[in-house]
C-alpha cells in the first residue's frame, strides 16, 4: 500500500489553516478499539472506502481507566498501511510523560483527560508547538466548567458519552446538555475548536449527538460491528450533518 505522508506540517490545522464553515462539516472517525487488528490493512482501507480520513487510537493504562490497550507502535502501523491520519484518546494518568511517545510515532492529533493533567493549558500548548492537534477530554461525571476554560487553547473539546474504559458500551444521553452548553460556547466566542464525542455512538445515537452541537463522532463498535464499514460510515455521516445542519439552520 502508499505510504503516509511523513510529514505532519503537510496536514492543515484546525487553527492555521481551517475556518469555521470547514468545522461545520461533520465527520465519523472510527476507533480501532473495535477493529480486528490481525487484518489491520483490510479494516484501514474499509474505512477509507467509507471516506474517513481519521481513526482513533484508545490508549489506556489500567490505571486511568480499568482496562489495558495500545501503544505508540498502532499508530506507526496505521501510517505504514494508510494514508489515514491518527487521533490519539489518552485514557491514563500521566498524560504529560505519555504524549511525547505518540507524537513520536507519528499521530496527527492528540486529546488527554482533564482530570489526569495538573497544568491542561501548558500541555496544550506543548503538544501545539510540536506540530500536532491537542485536545482536551472530560469524563462523563466531571463538569464541563473546567474545559470551558480551556476551549480557546484547545482544537478539539471531548465531552465522552460512555464511561471510558471498554468498546461497545451505550450512548450516556444525559451528556447532551454537556454538549449543547460547550457548543454555545463556542458559538458565543467564534472559537475554531472543534467539538467531539465518544461513545455508543451509532445509527440510533448520532442524530441526538450532532444535533446537540457535536462535529466529530468517534464510532467503534457503530462502524466495525457492522458487515459493511464503509457504508454505514456514509450513512452515520450523512444523518449527523443533516441533524448539525438542522440544528445551525
Not at 467509507?50 to 502501523?77: C, I, Q, Y
Not at 473546567?146 to 468498546?167: C, N, Q, R, S
Not at 467539538?195 to 468517534?218: F, P, S
Amino acid at each position: 500500500m502508499t505510504a503516509a505522508p511523513s510529514g505532519r506540517g503537510e496536514q492543515p490545522s484546525f487553527r492555521d489553516g481551517g475556518s469555521l464553515s470547514a468545522a461545520r462539516t461533520v465527520e465519523v472517525v472510527p476507533s480501532l478499539l473495535s477493529a480486528d487488528l490481525s487484518r489491520l490493512p483490510v479494516e484501514l482501507g474499509r474505512v477509507q472506502e467509507g471516506g474517513a480520513e481519521w481513526v482513533t487510537v484508545d490508549v489506556m493504562d489500567g490505571h486511568f481507566v480499568p482496562n489495558l490497550s495500545f501503544g505508540p507502535d498502532l499508530v506507526r502501523l496505521v501510517k505504514r498501511f494508510s494514508l489515514l491520519r491518527v487521533d490519539v484518546h489518552l485514557m491514563v494518568s500521566n498524560p504529560e510523560t505519555v504524549a511525547p511517545w505518540f507524537v513520536k510515532a507519528g499521530a496527527d492529533r492528540i486529546i488527554f483527560h482533564l482530570e489526569a493533567c495538573g497544568d491542561a493549558r501548558s500541555l496544550l500548548r506543548a503538544l501545539r508547538a510540536q506540530g500536532v492537534a491537542a485536545g482536551v477530554a472530560v469524563k462523563p461525571a466531571t463538569s464541563v466548567d473546567g474545559l470551558m476554560e480551556l476551549l480557546a487553547e484547545a482544537d478539539i473539546a471531548l465531552v465522552m458519552t460512555v464511561e471510558p474504559g471498554f468498546g461497545g458500551a451505550a450512548f450516556l444521553s444525559g451528556m447532551l446538555p454537556k454538549i449543547s452548553a460547550v457548543r454555545r460556547a463556542l458559538d458565543a466566542g467564534g472559537l475554531p475548536c472543534r467539538l467531539q464525542v465518544d461513545g455508543g455512538i451509532n445509527l440510533e445515537t448520532v442524530e441526538a449527538a450532532a444535533g446537540a452541537g457535536a462535529e466529530i463522532m468517534i464510532a467503534g463498535h457503530g462502524v466495525f460491528g457492522n458487515p459493511d464499514p464503509a457504508g454505514i460510515i456514509r450513512t452515520l455521516r450523512a444523518k449527523a450533518q443533516a441533524a448539525y445542519s438542522g440544528r445551525v439552520g
